[in-house]
C-alpha cells in the first residue's frame, strides 16, 4: 500500500518536472513573438515603446497639497529675556516639562536650549 503510494508520488515528481520545463520553453517562444505580435521589428524596440507609454503622467513641481494637512502651528522666537529666565530654572533643576509648559514651549526647545548652555553632557564614544 504505501509503495503504490511512493510510486504514485514520483510518477507525479516526474510529471511535475516535465510540465515545468514545457511551460519554460512556452514561455521563450512566446516572449519571442511579442515585438512582431505588436508590430514592432526588435525587442528593444518593444521594451523603449513600452517604456514611452509609462512615462505619459506629468511630474507635479513642488510639494502636493492635501486638504488632510493641520495647519502648522506659528515658531515662537526665543528672545533674550526669555532664554535667561530658562537658564535660571534649568540651572535650579526645575523639571523640563514644568518651564515648557509654564512658558508655552516645546520640551525639545527646552533640550536644545539646556545642550547650549552647557547643562547637558555629551556621551562619551567608545570605540
Do not use: C, H
Request: aromatic letters at 4%.
Amino acid at each position: 500500500m504505501i509503495v503504490e503510494t511512493i510510486r504514485e508520488l514520483a510518477a507525479a515528481e516526474k510529471k511535475v518536472a516535465w510540465l515545468e520545463q514545457r511551460i519554460s520553453k512556452e514561455m521563450k517562444q512566446d516572449l519571442a513573438s511579442l515585438p512582431s505580435r505588436y508590430g514592432f521589428k526588435t525587442v528593444g524596440d518593444l521594451a523603449r515603446a513600452i517604456f514611452q507609454a509609462t512615462l505619459t503622467k506629468k511630474r507635479r513641481r513642488g510639494k502636493k497639497k492635501s486638504s488632510l494637512k493641520r495647519p502648522r502651528k506659528k515658531q515662537i522666537v526665543i528672545s533674550a529675556q526669555i532664554r535667561t529666565e530658562i537658564r535660571k530654572m534649568l540651572q535650579s533643576e526645575k523639571a523640563g516639562i514644568a518651564i515648557a509648559q509654564g512658558l508655552g514651549l516645546s520640551l525639545q526647545k527646552i533640550q536644545k536650549l539646556r545642550k547650549s548652555t552647557g547643562l547637558v553632557k555629551n556621551k562619551k564614544k567608545y570605540s
